[in-house]
Nanobody, 114 residues
Framework: QVQLVESGGGLVQPGGSLRLSCAASGRIFSINAVGWYRQAPGKQRELVASILRSGRANYADSVKGRFTISRDNAKNTVYLQMNSLKPEDTAVYYC????????WGRGTQVTVSS
């Protein structure tokens, strides 16, 4: 069973950038879809970006043009490059498999504030 660990969160100023990493304990090559989710206090968890084995990616409208999801199957890692960050991006970010999800991990906190 693949296990996922998120990292890379932190405090960043509005307009800044951050790169999140999702490290898998096993191979992710055979897993088609991998996604990044986020949950802000008092709000529902939402899928912000997903990527297929082919490299095709989809993004929530709120992050289009600012976030880029990528995957390195050789390193069993999925990344989320976050640029032009806004205060409303503040949330705990999680990775998971949209088609066959694991239990949610601890996530990584992203705080966008000046």
């Amino acid at each position: 069973q693949v296990q996922l660990v998120e990292s890379g969160g932190g405090l960043v100023q509005p307009g800044g950038s951050l790169r999140l990493s999702c490290a898998a304990s096993g191979r992710i090559f055979s897993i088609n879809a991998v996604g990044w989710y986020r949950q802000a206090p008092g709000k529902q968890r939402e899928l912000v970006a997903s990527i297929l084995r082919s490299g095709r990616a989809n993004y929530a409208d709120s992050v289009k043009g600012r976030f880029t999801i990528s995957r390195d199957n050789a390193k069993n890692t999925v990344y989320l490059q976050m640029n032009s960050l806004k205060p409303e991006d503040t949330a705990v970010y999680y990775c998971n498999f949209p088609d066959n999800g694991l239990s949610w991990g601890r996530g990584t906190q992203v705080t966008v504030s000046s």
